[in-house]
């Protein structure tokens, strides 16, 4: 039986690194909406994997980051799809969870959708979403799991800075007085290392997260 798409949802993929998995990943989220892989100027065949099966992607000619992926991603959509999924290449997300969190922002006045995870990476991550959901009663802002309305995400990723995991976005989507709500994901352990950086990077950014918030008004 043929799944039928979600006609006016994009997903975005950014991948650095994910020979093993893209493929994969790549065609099982393309049979629920249309998708973009981001290729972060990879150096292990990812590109070669994505050319290979005709898959859509960007190639970063340098690479860029985590965080100036997504962004190249969500604006491919910008004028393309009403709604725009953010979403891992190492698999570790649930693909039932796309069309629950599309069902969310569909159905409900809301601006923006993150999936909370039930399993954080590093030990800062636990204290970052402890504190972030006491101030601003929201869970996980740093989940590569996150749908947003293209409408409302339009006016606040040029606010995005390239190093905070794209926490000032939420940020600015409060600010703005942006619905935002939360949805419980579970997620499944990487095989392999993290590509967003390894623990003392991932760390520290995550500490200047930390002092972000701490100096936000």
Known sequence: MKIKKIKDLGIVIPAYNEFKTIELVAKKTSLIADICVVNDNSKDGTQIILK??????????????????????????????KYILTFDADFQFHLSDIKKAYKIISKKKVDIVIGSRDIKNRFTEIILNFLFNIRFNIKDPISGFKIYKTNSVKKIINYANNNLFL???????IKKNFRIKNFEIKTKKRADKPRVGNLIKSNFKIFKILIYLFLLN
């Open 167 to 173: 926490v000032d976005i939420i940020t600015f989507a």
């Open 52 to 81: 290979k099966n005709n898959i859509q992607h960007i190639n970063n000619f340098k690479r860029l980051g985590y965080e100036a992926s997504i962004i190249r991603g969500i604006k491919y959509f910008f004028n393309k799809k």
